[in-house]
């Protein structure tokens, strides 16, 4: 491909059927040389591959084979016998004969080229209806070959068939039904029940639960009204939106993840690097091999040409690398494709390979193991103060400020529906709290340090003090005319998930697991009591966090970190496998980890570590069986156990199998019960 003309670069996808090509270069003649090469090609996208079309051949093949051996057996006319096996290995062998002599104008000794000089072997020693079986049998690997590497394929194409291809959308006053192409950032969707969003987004205005299966691979609709963010090929179960469109088709959430994954499954992994590797030199070895079992016996053993010849040719079929060659890309494309189904987007091979061999995954805490959003968690108020008082109080003044604990006070003054009253003369203290006239008296909301600086008296509150700072809550206190009038406990609460994560990863083996943060130690020995990590540090910037990454690599080998993509950034880049939560519409996210948890949903943690693992049993496997059965297969042709039509049923047998055994990966999913635990 790259001595046309114009061409630069050439990139062949295995997983998704695509040529990317590089350069100046009509499309035209990429087509028409691809066809050259024996590979169906088209301009629109990635073809389908022709199963049916092999099916036929192969039907064809194995009707004339059958045929002819009616008319050698039974009617017994040879001369009709052999022109049917002939017509059965023409039909049956065509096309790879084609595709041989292809290979062959550049060198290239590959599977299509020993099975060729297999047949013409042995149609040149007689043995029509050897070479018509070997024929016909190869036509049906090819066959099933096609038909079980087309399914993992249906990963990719199912992904691209969610979105829509038109949207209603509003302009200048009117709807009008238009191509996904033609709409623009600014236009407006108009989303009824039941149809799907064309087109990433925000709500302007409606509500209505959206189910986002297709992109986080959550199962449960989330509720959506306006300000709340939408995706491309996510469906609008109830209620109508008007969904403002913020990104170009080809810029959707949902256009990344198929491009993302494209990419992944095209990446090679290790494994495959060395399969392939190993088999660029183990071809011209077995011809070398087949050559010399042909020849040194007759030649100077004085032994009859036509068994050796046989022999050889036997070897040639069954040592032939199919299974070996295919059986580490139908496992990653099986694996990463099903990942994608599910809300996970792994990045290539090598990390899928990675996560299936990891001893430690350090947690960051924010945002992770917990919420990332305080809330109030407990109200204690002292005499005479009830406790919709002190919340309407402290919610009254904090209602000025946007630091993240008055957000919180505010938001559970909301939930318990009170309502807020006007306050004056409202003045933040920086670190410490803020202050406001209310009603006529001095409220003042803050830190005990705040209270204490005013000479107010907290020896009431000290007990309730101790046991909210050893649970790791933050205490907010609230003060009226110079006397504490109680406290609030606000925490960024830990995760529904959270412990079930630690304990599934810890029960599938992972070594150790721990929590890096940079809040303050009693706060991260509190969380990781509750989510049950082996350990944590606390206090650490930044740079601390990727020198914790590194002291872990160094002590255990392969170490995932799990953050939320934007602030772990380096801690991410540093460690084995980085992965991101959260990564629906986040472009950083998307960017910086190797592995994306679309769904803010920590129980697809192990989901990804399990599939991992188990892609790398199959590769595993695959490998070790292709090699047995081959080594097998060759120790039985020196004593000539090894006939033709065995040794192509050998072949084929072994490569169906092991892309079968990788296909299975496709139906592993998350465990339903997870978010029981």
Same mark, same amino acid.
């Given at each position: 491909?790259?001595?046309?003309?114009?061409?630069?670069?050439?990139?062949?996808?295995?997983?998704?059927?695509?040529?990317?090509?590089?350069?100046?270069?009509?499309?035209?003649?990429?087509?028409?040389?691809?066809?050259?090469?024996?590979?169906?090609?088209?301009?629109?996208?990635?073809?389908?591959?022709?199963?049916?079309?092999?099916?036929?051949?192969?039907?064809?093949?194995?009707?004339?084979?059958?045929?002819?051996?009616?008319?050698?057996?039974?009617?017994?006319?040879?001369?009709?016998?052999?022109?049917?096996?002939?017509?059965?290995?023409?039909?049956?062998?065509?096309?790879?004969?084609?595709?041989?002599?292809?290979?062959?104008?550049?060198?290239?000794?590959?599977?299509?080229?020993?099975?060729?000089?297999?047949?013409?072997?042995?149609?040149?020693?007689?043995?029509?209806?050897?070479?018509?079986?070997?024929?016909?049998?190869?036509?049906?690997?090819?066959?099933?070959?096609?038909?079980?590497?087309?399914?993992?394929?249906?990963?990719?194409?199912?992904?691209?068939?969610?979105?829509?291809?038109?949207?209603?959308?509003?302009?200048?006053?009117?709807?009008?039904?238009?191509?996904?192409?033609?709409?623009?950032?600014?236009?407006?969707?108009?989303?009824?029940?039941?149809?799907?969003?064309?087109?990433?987004?925000?709500?302007?205005?409606?509500?209505?639960?959206?189910?986002?299966?297709?992109?986080?691979?959550?199962?449960?609709?989330?509720?959506?009204?306006?300000?709340?963010?939408?995706?491309?090929?996510?469906?609008?179960?109830?209620?109508?939106?008007?969904?403002?469109?913020?990104?170009?088709?080809?810029?959707?959430?949902?256009?990344?993840?198929?491009?993302?994954?494209?990419?992944?499954?095209?990446?090679?992994?290790?494994?495959?690097?060395?399969?392939?590797?190993?088999?660029?030199?183990?071809?011209?070895?077995?011809?070398?091999?087949?050559?010399?079992?042909?020849?040194?016996?007759?030649?100077?053993?004085?032994?009859?040409?036509?068994?050796?010849?046989?022999?050889?040719?036997?070897?040639?079929?069954?040592?032939?690398?199919?299974?070996?060659? /295919? =059986?580490?890309?139908? %496992?990653? $494309?099986?694996?990463?494709?099903? @990942?994608?189904? *599910? +809300?996970?987007?792994?990045?290539? !091979?090598?990390?899928?390979?990675?996560?299936?061999?990891?001893?430690?995954?350090?947690?960051?805490?924010?945002?992770?193991?917990?919420?990332?959003?305080?809330?109030?968690?407990?109200?204690?108020?002292?005499?005479?103060?009830?406790?919709?008082?002190?919340?309407?109080?402290?919610?009254?003044?904090?209602?000025?400020?946007?630091?993240?604990?008055?957000?919180?006070?505010?938001?559970?003054?909301?939930?318990?529906?009170?309502?807020?009253?006007? /306050? =004056?003369?409202?003045? %933040?203290? $920086?670190?410490?709290?803020?202050? @406001?006239?209310? *009603? +006529?008296?001095?409220?003042?909301? !803050?830190?005990?340090?705040?209270?204490?600086?005013?000479?107010?008296?907290?020896?009431?509150?000290?007990?309730?003090?101790?046991?909210?700072?050893?649970?790791?809550?933050?205490?907010?206190?609230?003060?009226?005319?110079?006397?504490?009038?109680?406290?609030?406990?606000?925490?960024?609460?830990?995760?529904?998930?959270?412990?079930?994560?630690?304990?599934?990863?810890?029960?599938?083996?992972?070594?150790?697991?721990?929590?890096?943060?940079?809040?303050?130690?009693?706060?991260?020995?509190?969380?990781?009591?509750?989510?049950?990590?082996?350990?944590?540090?606390?206090?650490?910037?930044?740079?601390?966090?990727?020198?914790?990454?590194?002291?872990?690599?160094?002590?255990?080998?392969?170490?995932?970190?799990?953050?939320?993509?934007?602030?772990?950034?380096?801690?991410?880049?540093?460690?084995?496998?980085?992965?991101?939560?959260?990564?629906?519409?986040?472009?950083?996210?998307?960017?910086?980890?190797?592995?994306?948890?679309?769904?803010?949903?920590?129980?697809?943690?192990?989901?990804?570590?399990?599939?991992?693992?188990?892609?790398?049993?199959?590769?595993?496997?695959?490998?070790?069986?292709?090699?047995?059965?081959?080594?097998?297969?060759?120790?039985?042709?020196?004593?000539?156990?090894?006939?033709?039509?065995?040794?192509?049923?050998?072949?084929?047998?072994?490569?169906?199998?092991?892309?079968?055994?990788?296909?299975?990966?496709?139906?592993?999913?998350?465990?339903?019960?997870?978010?029981?635990?």
């Amino acid at each position: 491909m790259t001595r046309l003309p114009g061409v630069e670069k050439a990139e062949l996808n295995f997983g998704a059927a695509k040529l990317a090509v590089l350069g100046k270069v009509d499309p035209r003649l990429v087509v028409e040389e691809s066809k050259n090469h024996g590979v169906a090609a088209t301009m629109e996208g990635a073809p389908e591959t022709k199963v049916f079309g092999r099916v036929f051949i192969s039907a064809a093949s194995g009707l004339l084979l059958l045929a002819g051996w009616a008319f050698d057996t039974f009617i017994q006319l040879p001369v009709a016998a052999t022109g049917l096996y002939l017509a059965a290995m023409l039909s049956g062998g065509f096309a790879t004969a084609r595709k041989a002599l292809l290979s062959l104008r550049r060198l290239d000794f590959n599977m299509n080229v020993l099975m060729t000089v297999a047949v013409a072997g042995a149609a040149a020693i007689g043995e029509w209806r050897e070479g018509a079986v070997v024929a016909f049998l190869y036509s049906v690997s090819e066959a099933l070959e096609s038909f079980t590497i087309d399914r993992a394929r249906q990963s990719i194409r199912s992904l691209m068939e969610i979105a829509p291809k038109t949207a209603r959308v509003r302009r200048d006053g009117r709807e009008e039904e238009l191509p996904v192409e033609e709409i623009r950032p600014g236009d407006v969707l108009i989303v009824r029940p039941g149809e799907k969003i064309a087109m990433d987004g925000k709500v302007l205005s409606g509500y209505s639960a959206v189910n986002q299966a297709a992109i986080t691979g959550e199962s449960i609709p989330v509720e959506k009204t306006a300000g709340d963010e939408v995706f491309a090929g996510t469906l609008n179960q109830h209620g109508v939106l008007e969904v403002e469109v913020t990104r170009l088709v080809n810029d959707t959430t949902i256009a990344k993840i198929i491009n993302m994954v494209e990419e992944a499954q095209a990446q090679r992994a290790p494994s495959q690097a060395f399969v392939d590797k190993f088999a660029k030199y183990y071809t011209p070895a077995v011809i070398a091999l087949a050559a010399g079992i042909i020849t040194f016996p007759p030649l100077f053993s004085g032994q009859p040409w036509y068994p050796w010849i046989y022999r050889g040719l036997a070897l040639l079929v069954v040592a032939c690398p199919c299974a070996l060659v /295919v =059986s580490t890309p139908v %496992a990653i $494309v099986s694996a990463i494709g099903n @990942a994608a189904r *599910n +809300g996970v987007l792994i990045k290539g !091979g090598v990390y899928l390979e990675e996560a299936g061999a990891l001893s430690v995954v350090a947690f960051d805490k924010t945002g992770t193991l917990t919420k990332g959003a305080p809330e109030v968690t407990d109200i204690i108020t002292v005499k005479n103060v009830s406790e919709r008082e002190l919340l309407k109080a402290a919610a009254s003044v904090e209602k000025m400020s946007e630091h993240p604990l008055a957000r919180a006070i505010v938001h559970k003054a909301a939930e318990e529906g009170i309502g807020l009253e006007a /306050v =004056s003369n409202f003045e %933040a203290l $920086v670190g410490k709290g803020a202050r @406001a006239d209310l *009603n +006529g008296r001095e409220v003042v909301v !803050g830190s005990p340090r705040l209270l204490e600086e005013n000479k107010a008296d907290l020896s009431s509150l000290q007990g309730a003090l101790s046991r909210i700072q050893s649970e790791g809550k933050t205490a907010v206190l609230v003060g009226v005319d110079g006397e504490p009038a109680g406290v609030l406990a606000v925490a960024d609460n830990v995760r529904q998930a959270s412990a079930y994560t630690v304990w599934r990863l810890k029960a599938m083996g992972i070594k150790r697991t721990v929590m890096l943060t940079g809040d303050n130690a009693a706060t991260a020995g509190a969380i990781a009591k509750k989510v049950g990590v082996d350990e944590f540090m606390a206090e650490l910037l930044p740079q601390d966090k990727v020198a914790a990454v590194n002291r872990l690599l160094k002590k255990y080998g392969k170490v995932a970190m799990v953050g939320d993509g934007v602030n772990d950034a380096p801690a991410l880049a540093t460690a084995t496998v980085g992965i991101a939560m959260g990564g629906a519409g986040t472009d950083i996210a998307l960017e910086t980890a190797d592995i994306v948890l679309m769904a803010d949903d920590l129980c697809k943690l192990p989901f990804a570590v399990g599939l991992s693992r188990a892609a790398l049993r199959v590769i595993k496997q695959n490998i070790s069986f292709s090699v047995i059965v081959k080594l097998a297969a060759v120790l039985l042709v020196f004593p000539g156990w090894l006939t033709l039509w065995l040794a192509i049923l050998a072949d084929m047998g072994a490569s169906v199998l092991v892309t079968l055994n990788g296909i299975r990966l496709m139906g592993i999913k998350p465990e339903k019960q997870a978010n029981e635990k």
